[in-house]
């Protein structure tokens, strides 16, 4: 009788079970939990595995099933612009937390002048390789090594070649990457299936490692963070309304499956193949938009990454008694929307990317291994609220472009 419950049950209600049973294994278990740690990471290995062919299909067979160049423009458009207002918003929020609150007071760091980039130049050239190896040198090697921006420059540029070859083999050509598409996310379909469990052995590996006292550490920096990722929630229910007039309530409700997903696994790649049917099955929107803009976001649209990594900017210059200026602020958030700018999409990503941000303003990169404890419990809520912005600009783009069907939108709410 149990198993025929939980066999009926809801992907995500399953997720969080899942969670509860990881954090009381995580108490029970303590060190023991490495044993159980492997069964969470086939689930990301697997998800790892199809992640590249997923994204690659999925845009290519989004951009051919476009026939009007002019509307791909226009979406491509619209949903860059949008997911960089997003991220800017998100920079904004994140500052401003940190500026009223002030995480890093009482934190004393003495750091020697090691950890600090003294090359000015350093950051940008590191921005500049950001911007230059979104272009591949070999697209077979960027595919191989899950080079996802690179990744989606190839299926953009393929996507865009087979709609300006108007022969009867460019449309069969076109036909069978829908094909594959369609295979790709069959296989995504049963993978996300282990989710539950993984989303147990998982947390039980982060409970049973850190503790539950890992919270204490840093608890003001993770109230910070947790209340400016709320606020930016919160602006992401205002953009709806604002942008389709329509109510976001049902975008909320519909939109728990795939954050449960993301909050588990802590991975905007994991999460994607929900979102995406989620989107198409219950938000009503396109499998054109879908298809396209999501993939894109979560190549290029980290607001929760943009949000920690300016609080992170932030706690250090407080606890190092760095004064910011104007300046330093605006460093800030040029390096934070480029460092956003193709996240990992994985867990753990942000500790990559923050060095760049830290040394643009000359704090030191060493103290990103204070930080690393809590990393992962900030992580989950932050690819949380990353991947829920990306549905919102698919939500507001497929509106702008007539094809959002309302109906379905507000069905079963």
């Not at 149990?2 to 108490?27: F, H, Y």
Request: with cysteine; charged share 15%; net charge neutral.
């Amino acid at each position: 009788m149990m198993c025929e419950v939980l066999l009926s049950m809801k992907l995500w209600k399953k997720v969080l079970i899942g969670l509860v049973l990881g954090v009381i294994l995580g108490i029970v278990l303590k060190e023991d939990v490495a044993y159980v740690k492997p069964f969470g990471d086939v689930f990301i290995r697997l998800i790892k595995m199809i992640i590249v062919p997923l994204i690659f299909f999925a845009i290519v067979s989004g951009i051919t099933s476009v026939q009007d160049s002019k509307a791909l423009g226009r979406v491509g458009i619209k949903a860059s612009v949008t997911y960089l207002l997003t991220t800017l918003f998100a920079i904004t929020i994140g500052l401003t937390v940190g500026t009223i609150f002030e995480p890093g007071s009482g934190v004393i760091l003495n750091f020697s002048g090691d950890g600090i980039l003294k090359n000015p130049d350093t950051s940008l050239a590191k921005i500049a390789d950001t911007l230059l190896n979104i272009v591949p040198e070999n697209a077979i090697d960027a595919m191989a090594q899950g080079t996802i921006l690179q990744v989606v420059f190839f299926a953009l540029f393929t996507g865009i070649t087979l709609n300006t070859m108007e022969s009867h083999a460019s449309k069969r050509l076109s036909s069978i990457f829908s094909l594959l598409s369609s295979m790709v996310f069959r296989m995504v379909h049963l993978i996300i299936q282990l989710s539950p469990v993984a989303a147990c052995a998982l947390t039980a590996w982060i409970v049973g490692t850190q503790g539950m006292v890992v919270l204490e550490k840093l608890l003001k920096l993770v109230g910070c963070a947790y209340l400016a990722f709320g606020i930016q929630y919160l602006v992401f229910g205002a953009i709806i309304y604002v942008w389709t007039r329509l109510s976001p309530v049902p975008f909320f409700k519909k939109s728990l499956e795939y954050q449960t997903l993301a909050f588990s696994t802590s991975s905007t790649k994991a999460a994607l193949p929900t979102t995406i049917k989620v989107c198409q099955t219950r938000l009503g929107v396109s499998s054109i938009s879908s298809s396209f803009v999501l993939p894109l976001g979560a190549s290029i649209n980290m607001d929760g990454i943009a949000i920690y990594i300016s609080l992170c900017a932030l706690f250090f210059a407080q606890a190092t008694g760095k004064i910011l200026g104007i300046a330093d602020y605006g460093c800030i958030i040029l390096t934070g929307t480029l460092g956003s700018i193709g996240g990992a999409g994985i867990p753990g990503g942000t500790i990559v990317m923050l060095p760049m941000v830290l040394a643009s303003v000359g704090l030191p990169i060493e103290g990103i291994a204070l930080i690393a404890g809590i990393d992962r419990i900030i992580d989950m809520m932050r690819t949380t609220i990353s991947i829920t912005g990306d549905a919102t600009v698919a939500l507001c783009v497929d509106h702008s472009e007539g094809l959002l069907d309302k109906e379905k939108y507000y069905a079963d709410v």
